[in-house]
């Protein structure tokens, strides 16, 4: 049996007590913490679990799984990943590798930043298609989060913003960061989607000293959000009790 188990969006006290005592029953523990930031302590939940939590980077979970969790088709074993285990596409390959080595998955959920956005306000099925802002690299600037956000924005939805985490090189991306690369797309683009005056909302470490800002461009751009994890919506129409609840967080 192979458990795919969320840690949850904050720190290792977001984990349920369901994913505690299966972890009390496996062979071996496994957790990929490089999909997002993790701000917990694994140590307390290797004390909790009474065993070791093997850290896998993405080389070796999107390379070599057969050499790690499923190395032993017989074995009862935990993979550990932040957030809900299934927002992450990563997850769905677990899913099917396993299937192929007929190795049975019981999934325990957590919380997500997919439902944590909802702390906005902003009404979870007035989203379109999330994207993710990706780190740019030498010949590699991909602007097809702008369409993603335009396509949804024309449609009247909002967008979640996803920022790329690298955490092997301890890299997170800002907001601020975000913003930047949006700006770039519409200077590309031009499609006058990401202008100056744009209303946005920036959300930080969601789930655990939450911060929410909403503003233009402008006025986030000027705001230190601190630590990761962070994301970027975009919102589209919006309705008058989202209104009312993003004015808490309106920028004065
Ligand atoms: C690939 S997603 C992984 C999502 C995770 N499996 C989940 O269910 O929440 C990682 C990105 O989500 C966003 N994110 C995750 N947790 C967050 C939080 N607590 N507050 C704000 N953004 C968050 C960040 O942009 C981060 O880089």
């Excluded at 930031?37 to 140590?43: K, M």
């Excluded at 740019?136 to 991909?142: A, G, I, M, R, V």
């Amino acid at each position: 049996m192979l458990y795919l188990i969320g840690l949850g969006i904050h720190d290792e006290r977001d984990i349920s007590v369901k994913a505690i005592e299966a972890l009390k029953k496996v062979n071996v523990v496994y957790a990929e913490l490089y999909t997002s930031f993790f701000n917990g302590d694994l140590s307390v939940i290797e004390e909790w679990a009474g065993k070791e939590i093997n850290v896998l980077g993405r080389k070796d979970l999107e390379e070599d799984i057969d050499g790690n969790v499923l190395s032993d088709p017989r074995e009862d074993v935990a993979l550990l990943v932040c957030g809900d285990p299934l927002i992450a596409t990563t997850h769905a390959d677990v899913i099917l590798r396993a299937r192929e080595k007929d190795v049975e998955v019981n999934v325990i959920h957590s919380s997500s930043i997919y439902s944590a956005v909802a702390e906005t306000g902003l009404q979870i099925y007035r989203f379109g298609k999330t994207t993710t802002l990706p780190f740019p690299e030498k010949n590699y600037f991909p602007t097809s989060p702008y369409d993603v956000i335009k396509r949804n924005y024309d449609l009247g939805l909002h967008s979640l913003v996803l920022l790329d985490a690298k955490s092997e090189e301890e890299r997170f991306m800002t907001i601020n960061e975000g913003l930047r690369l949006l700006l770039r797309m519409e200077d590309e683009k031009k499609k006058r989607l990401i202008a100056d005056s744009l209303f946005l909302v920036g959300v930080a470490r969601l789930g655990g000293d939450s911060l929410i800002r909403a503003g233009t461009v402008e006025e986030l751009l000027d705001q230190d959000f601190g630590e990761p994890p962070q994301s970027i919506v975009v919102p589209g129409e919006l309705h008058f009790a989202e209104k009312e609840m993003l004015d808490v967080f309106r920028i004065d």
